[in-house]
């Protein structure tokens, strides 16, 4: 472990002794409040660390971390696992990189897109579990663009391939085609090109489940321009691959969710009967320092808080008004830290141990928050990334810390274990019961009572009543912008976003808790000046409220029964302090535990089990989840 890495893990562990006062979990067995409809799971995303060799400048060597990788993807035995070969590395993710040519064989080449391929399918289709496959980039050649060279070595990077914001074919037909053969070759083993010539040899995997067209709108794609592109994409797949109509389709690709109500009305589509299953979110946080803890609960946290109230005021109420039997795939979650593709970061990519337990911990919060709303699939993004590694012909990085796998040893980190006990002990079909979180060392309570966000992060502030059955009955001031003073004595500056105050009235007043992100919801008032959101409030009860970032409570707690009768409570300590835990109406008979004692960087099994007791002290960023009788 690097220096600097181990004296920052001394120094938690220093604070244990320390702990706060205790967090009170109180869980009522006798008030289910949802049944929980959600699956957790990943994506993986082609890159050159999963290659099964390197080309190094040494010549050609077996990939010494191959077989543990793949082997992690498949002991953690999910399903809606997204596969998605991506445009930096063309060769791998387009299989016809050079437009027909009259009198020339086709550059149809599935050299270096079936390994990884096949990998991935071994490790989670071949094991029935189902998959969503995204082969979401476009031959270059179908567009306008100048010129469509790419690479010669399939590992080095070329993120200049998405190119041209037009297709030569408006009609996106000649689109569909390349999308019908490539389905027939992956699911039939055949196909035949743009001269008539047969193409055999493929997989067919005939009983590929999900498709999900495209991602994040690359080439420009409006709303309008991709709901036309995915029906002319999705018919001919099932005219050409798929004419049983056996797969299922993710559509707009994890663009802005401000698409949804286009996309899922089926006015705006050409075919009234055309497939509408999923549709794709994606969210990343992040936070102000790479290599500071301390600004990782306010980033990761905060910035969750806000995605969760998109979620919950905007994107769920868009998608019951216009197609309410389309399930939700989130199928990218995680952190994209500063700075991340940084080459002069070493084998660590800059990133102390303790990050890898906190990322993992804010995926395990967006679970707890999300599973009770009815979000189908949450998916962790992502299996592997690395730093540059050139002695392994890696010259660059790849957002190494979007990884769920330790790049030296193919074992999985922090946030792979805390995806397996998700797994492990939660689905589909548990019951879920009303949960309380009280006491510690949380913000005092005053009326009225001030929140504030402050950048460069733009997270999220929540404001809650101190009493049971109070509501916040009053916002008495609310700016985003640059706003003067302090609690008690705000007001405004000629920064100022003008619907701020009716934004957050309609938000909050009425209810007993309300999270409030400003960013994006009211826009920009001042380009390129570090902005700030104040809120002061009044509840209805003298105790008051308080606001708090990072979501409120230190600690996060949900009570679950799985259909077997199991009881489990899911605890998270959302800080860089170990926290006190007792759940009192309840016995704690074991606890399975993602931490800094099982694993930070990497581990070949990153889950401890403990003995319950009256007791629990939670390490920082810890995920623990507490069987109970």
């Known amino acids: 472990i690097i220096a600097s890495n181990m004296a920052v893990r001394i120094a938690v562990f220093l604070f244990l002794a320390a702990a706060s006062a205790s967090f009170v979990v109180d869980v009522d067995f006798n008030d289910k409040i949802y049944v929980s409809k959600t699956t957790t799971t990943l994506q993986v995303v082609s890159n050159p660390i999963l290659d099964r060799e390197f080309h190094t400048p040494q010549g050609v060597i077996p990939n010494p971390i191959h077989d543990n990788a793949w082997a992690s993807l498949a002991a953690l035995e999910a399903d809606y696992v997204r596969y998605v070969p991506w445009f930096p590395y063309p060769h791998v993710a387009v299989a016809e990189l050079d437009a027909p040519v009259p009198g020339k064989p086709t550059s149809w ?67 569909g085609l390349y999308y019908g053969r490539l389905l027939s070759w992956l699911m039939h083993g055949n196909f035949t090109d743009e001269h008539g010539v047969l193409h055999t040899g493929g997989p067919g995997y005939w009983n590929m489940t999900y498709w999900e067209v495209f991602n994040e709108a690359e080439h420009g794609y409006t709303q309008e321009w991709y709901t036309h592109d995915y029906d002319v994409v999705v018919n001919t797949i099932r005219e050409m691959a798929d004419t049983t109509h056996r797969l299922k389709f993710v559509g707009i690709g994890g663009a802005s969710p401000s698409w949804i109500p286009y996309f899922l009305n089926r006015s705006h589509h050409a075919d009234p009967n055309i497939p509408l299953d999923f549709v794709s979110v994606h969210f990343y946080a992040s936070c102000a320092s790479r290599g500071d803890p301390t600004t990782y609960a306010s980033g990761f946290f905060g910035g969750a808080d806000g995605f969760i109230a998109g979620v919950i005021n905007d994107i769920i109420p868009a998608r019951d008004r216009t197609s309410p039997s389309t399930k939700l795939d989130f199928d990218e979650l995680g952190v994209i830290m500063p700075d991340d593709n940084n080459p002069s970061f070493g084998i660590d990519a800059g990133l102390p141990d303790i990050y890898w337990n906190a990322a993992g911990a804010m995926y395990a919060y967006l679970f707890g928050k999300l599973v009770t709303v009815g979000v189908d699939v949450l998916g962790h993004s992502q299996l592997a990334g690395s730093p540059k590694i050139p002695q392994w012909g890696i010259p660059l990085p790849q957002y190494p810390s979007v990884s769920l796998l330790d790049w030296r040893t193919g074992y999985g980190n922090a946030r792979y274990w805390v995806l397996k006990l998700l797994i492990e002990n939660f689905a589909a079909g548990d019951a879920i019961y009303s949960t309380n979180v009280s006491g510690g ?69 009425g209810k007993h808790s309300c999270v409030v992100a400003p960013y994006p919801a009211l826009g920009d008032p001042c380009y390129d ?55 009192p109406h309840s016995q704690v008979n074991t606890i399975h535990a993602v931490d800094l004692v099982s694993v930070t960087r990497a581990s070949p099994d990153g889950i401890r089990t403990l003995p319950g007791a009256p007791l629990l002290t939670l390490p920082p960023f810890a995920v623990w989840v507490a069987d109970v009788s």
């Not at 270096?112 to 490790?123: E, I």
């Not at 101190?466 to 003067?484: K, L």
Request: glycine content about 8%; aromatic content about 10%.
């Open 529 to 583: 000046v570090v902005k700030r959101f104040v809120v002061q409030a009044k509840c209805s009860t003298s105790h008051g409220g308080s606001a708090s970032n990072a979501s409120g409570t230190a600690v996060f707690a949900l009570g679950f029964q799985r259909p077997s009768g199991q009881r489990k409570v899911l605890l998270i300590n959302k800080t860089l302090q170990p926290q006190n835990v007792t759940i």
């Open 441 to 509: 060392t949380g913000p005092g309570f005053t009326n009225p009572f001030c929140g504030e966000v402050d950048g460069p992060d733009y997270a999220s502030t929540t404001l809650t009543c101190a009493d049971d059955g109070a509501v916040i009955s009053e916002i008495q001031f609310a700016d985003w912008g640059t706003p003067r003073g302090s609690c008690g004595a705000y007001s405004r500056s000629s920064c100022s976003a003008a619907n701020t105050l009716s934004y957050v009235r309609g938000l909050c007043q």
């Open 109 to 175: 080449n599935f050299t270096f897109v079936s390994p990884q391929l096949n990998d991935f399918m071994d490790a989670t289709h071949m094991r029935n579990h189902t998959t969503v496959i995204n082969f979401s980039t476009q031959p270059c050649w179908l567009y306008n663009a100048a010129s469509c060279d790419y690479p010669a070595n399939p590992d080095e990077t070329d993120f200049g391939y998405v190119r041209g914001d037009k297709l030569l074919d408006p009609t996106a037909r000649d689109l």
